[in-house]
């Protein structure tokens, strides 16, 4: 690999999450290109749980984006990806595997220039499902709007390392 090692710490701090979107279509061999490296993600048993579903039609990502309130940026993306989960062939960790591949995803996107945000599903699992029609043991993880950002937000605060590490056991804060 030739990237230094100080560019991909630079990669990773300087995603954010787009809600605002050009409205430039997202090539399909650049949305190919996405999910072929979401393959490598890291899944339990290397079941690899996940599929899926490329949304580009205006009515379907109509449909998602009033779902809820926070699900309103995949109006303006060219195109939505649903990550959804067999949690029949991986029961007890299909959520963090398909949360992996969903973060490799929005990865792989700000990779190639291409703003992502991740919209809830979990409370809304069965009404995505009705749309998708997808089958009941697909469980719809993440919907990621994908398009080329028309913003750059500010970084949203962290909470404190300070506040979140422990040395050994709970309590036993780490410092040097
Ligand atoms: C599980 C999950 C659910 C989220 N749901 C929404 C959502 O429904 N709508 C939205 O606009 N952003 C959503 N977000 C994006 C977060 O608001 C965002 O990641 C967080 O504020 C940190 O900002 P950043 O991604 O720019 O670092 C979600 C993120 C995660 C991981």
Redesign the pocket.
Same mark, same amino acid.
């Given at each position: 690999m030739s990237c230094r090692s100080e560019d991909i710490v630079e990669f990773l701090l300087t *995603? *954010? @999450?787009i *809600?605002q979107f050009k409205p430039e279509p997202v090539p399909d061999d650049v949305i190919l290109k996405i999910l072929n490296i979401s393959r490598y993600a890291p899944s339990a048993g290397n079941r690899q749980p996940w599929i899926f579903v490329v949304v580009k039609d205006g009515a379907m990502r109509e449909k998602l984006s009033s779902i809820?309130p926070? @699900?309103a $940026?995949l109006l303006r993306a060219p195109v939505g990806i649903v990550v959804a989960c067999d949690k029949n062939s991986s029961p007890i960790s299909y959520q963090v595997d398909c949360a992996n591949a969903a973060m490799y995803i929005m990865l792989a996107a700000h990779a190639l220039g291409l703003g992502t945000?991740?919209?809830?599903t979990l409370r809304n699992v069965e009404d995505i499902q009705k749309v998708l029609e997808l089958p009941e043991n697909y469980v719809p993880i993440?919907i990621l709007a994908i398009g080329y950002p028309a913003e750059k $937000?500010q $970084?949203?605060p962290r909470k404190p390392l300070e506040e979140m590490v422990y040395l050994n056991k709970y309590g036993n804060r780490y410092s040097t």
């Open positions: *995603r *954010r @999450s *809600r809820h926070g @699900s $940026p945000v991740w919209l809830q993440a $937000p $970084p949203k």
